[in-house]
């Protein structure tokens, strides 16, 4: 459905069906951009208890947020036509076909603002941010406010933007988000 709505219970179901299948100790969360967004809404809401959570270039500020889609003013002409319309069609600068619902835009404004500040104040263990100096899709200030307000450790890349090594092979990225992750997520909570 591509709403913030039905990401996090999508994330919830698989957490549930998990837990059913499997003895599990702790639930560690993974957020890429708008999944770091979804992961942090998940925090504000308490819909789920976390014993440790990565970010990756989370995309929390719905201004940075706004500017992928060609700034404030393209955002509210794209919202207002999917209302109309029930959906709005766009391309991402990755290419990439979207039908965005009047609901996407609906979820999205419902943490216009302090969203970092909302789920740290209800989650207290481990936080690692990874980000790029140079990403031009979440900016590095959203990432580091980020993990300003967890009291985040911060591992940074120079160079290949928003890929982080899903779309990239350079070898210092993929060090730096690989080994960190890796070396994080598979630590005892």
């Known amino acids: 459905l591509n709403t913030q709505s039905n990401m996090k219970q999508d994330v919830l179901d698989v957490i549930a069906s998990m837990k059913d ?18 992961l942090l809404e998940m925090l504000a809401e308490s819909s ?4 440790a959570i990565e970010f990756v ?18 955002w509210d002409d794209m ?4 209302h109309e319309n029930g959906y709005v069609d766009f391309t991402t600068v990755y290419g990439q076909q979207q039908e965005l619902s009047a609901e996407w835009f609906d979820d999205l404004a ?3 603002d302090g969203l970092a500040e909302a789920a740290s104040a209800k989650y207290t263990g481990p936080a690692i941010v990874i ?3 140079d990403d031009t899709a979440v900016s590095p200030f959203v990432s580091q406010g980020v993990a300003d307000a967890f009291n985040a450790t ?16 350079d070898p210092e990225v993929c060090a730096t ?12 909570y």
């Open 21 to 38: 299948r499997y003895k599990i100790d702790s639930v560690v969360a993974f957020g890429y951009s708008m999944g770091g967004r979804i």
């Open 110 to 112: 419902k943490y216009a």
């Open 154 to 169: 911060v591992y940074k890349t120079y160079t290949a933007g928003h890929s982080y090594s899903f779309y990239s092979d």
């Open 131 to 133: 980000y790029a100096t």
């Open 177 to 188: 988000v690989n080994d960190n992750s890796i070396a994080f997520l598979s630590s005892p």
């Open 79 to 82: 919202s207002q036509r999917a």
């Open 57 to 74: 270039a989370p995309a929390e500020d719905f201004e940075d947020l706004k500017l992928l889609f060609g700034g404030a003013d393209a």
């Open 48 to 51: 789920c208890s976390f014993d």
